[in-house]
């Protein structure tokens, strides 16, 4: 059998890919950049997935319908602070004008332009300072688009991986945006994905679908959907393999890469909450289903008494338990195992004696794995999400001002 090793190296792009972030004007800090934009030298496979919020953003449903219609893109203009949602129709003429701008740049089809927004919802994009900045970006192999679609966030987050598919040398680079307004499914959150293999046309899109249920719709901040979610992963083929279909020996390979990738910025977009001290991990074993393992899971992190009680360390194991029961998982309730990191809670539903002190220096890290025993069958579950500090409130309580 072919192992392969995937290794995580400094970020950087995929063969073919080029990049560029910017300041235009759309954030009031000079040193904030607030407009990017991706190319590849090539059309690309595209999939992606999108906010299940009713108000979808023009450039989130207007990029949804052209990787839906065609499944490829070669470029992507992006920007933060303005959400360009709830605009109505001068919205999405100015989304379309974007495109046409981005293309007669970059001398390509308008309908291979994708367009992502983020920021504040009900406001018009200014088009003058949107254009004046297209035509300032250049396509360099620097990172800074990375940070152009930051709000909130405290720092951009990005992987990268390399690995071998038949002797050819593959990348898979990821970056994304979210803080506040994270939860199923998807959340406000952008999240771009590239990578030099070369895939068949029609498996893309279902792989990243089966993927994002257990990485992105596994995160919660504060049980707020945005209108301008999406993920979109695009393969150029310039590694020069032979296009990967779930047939291929390779197939594994690449599922393992893209799954590592998106698991990744799904928990750094989970630790990095608005106002969050903490990555929360839960771990449920021995679900019933799969579906029920995720479903608990995503219960835990997303209780505002269990975040609470982690936010100060208490040990509470009470609020596990109770979110455990407002769920519809099958489980015996005399049958429980909980561990707060490495201290046994409960076995058998039955409280354990432990160090109160060693335990609350413990959930005094930034990062405190919760592990949940259900004794109901051979699934699991898996969430991450963040404790609730003052800050949170804060934050958005003078988000628009």
């Known amino acids: 059998m072919q192992t392969t090793k995937i290794q995580e190296v400094p970020f950087c792009w995929p063969q073919g890919f080029k990049s560029d972030g910017i300041h235009t004007g759309l954030k009031k800090a000079t040193d904030q950049l607030d407009l990017g934009w991706l190319y590849s030298a090539v059309p690309a496979q595209a999939a992606g997935m999108y906010t299940t919020n009713r108000f979808c953003a023009a450039p989130t449903a207007i ?64 088009m003058s300072k949107i254009t004046a900045g297209i035509n300032k970006l250049q396509l360099t192999t620097n990172t800074k688009v990375t940070q152009a679609i930051l709000t909130t966030d405290t720092h951009a987050k990005k992987i990268s991986l390399q690995f071998k598919l038949a002797n050819q040398l593959c990348t898979i680079s990821g970056f994304a945006k979210g803080s506040g307004m994270i939860a199923p499914n998807m959340a406000t959150m952008l999240g771009f994905v590239t990578t030099d293999v070369a895939v068949a046309p029609n498996v893309l899109q279902p792989l990243l679908s089966k993927l994002t249920d257990k990485t992105f719709n596994q995160i919660t901040v504060d049980g707020d959907t945005s209108t301008n979610d999406m993920v979109v ?157 003052y800050d949170y409130v804060k934050i958005n309580a003078t988000y628009s001002s």
């Open 63 to 126: 990029t949804k319908q052209l990787i839906n219609k065609q499944q490829q893109l070669q470029a992507i203009i992006m920007n933060s602070a303005i959400a360009n949602s709830c605009t109505g129709t001068t919205g999405e003429a100015n989304v379309h004008q974007e495109q046409k701008l981005v293309a007669q740049k970059l001398k390509i089809n308008s309908n291979l332009v994708g367009v992502a927004s983020t920021g504040l919802i009900g406001a018009q994009l200014p």
């Open 233 to 389: 992963v695009l393969a150029n083929g310039q590694a020069g393999n032979s296009p990967l279909t779930e047939a291929a020996p390779d197939w594994s390979i690449f599922t393992a890469a893209l799954h590592q990738v998106l698991a990744f910025l799904a928990q750094q977009i989970a630790g990095d909450g608005e106002g969050a001290t903490k990555l929360l991990e839960v771990n449920v074993n021995h679900a019933a289903t799969e579906s029920e393992g995720q479903q608990v899971a995503k219960a835990l992190v997303g209780s505002n008494l269990v975040k609470a009680a982690f936010f100060g360390a208490d040990p509470n194991w009470g609020r596990i338990i109770s979110t455990l029961g407002m769920t519809n998982a099958q489980f015996n309730p005399q049958q429980i195992d909980l561990a707060f990191n490495e201290f046994q809670i409960l076995i058998a539903s039955q409280p354990q004696e432990f160090e109160r002190k060693a335990v609350i220096a413990s959930l005094k890290q930034n990062k405190i794995k919760i592990s949940l025993d259900l004794h109901a069958g051979n699934a699991s579950g898996q969430a991450w999400g963040c404790d609730l500090t």
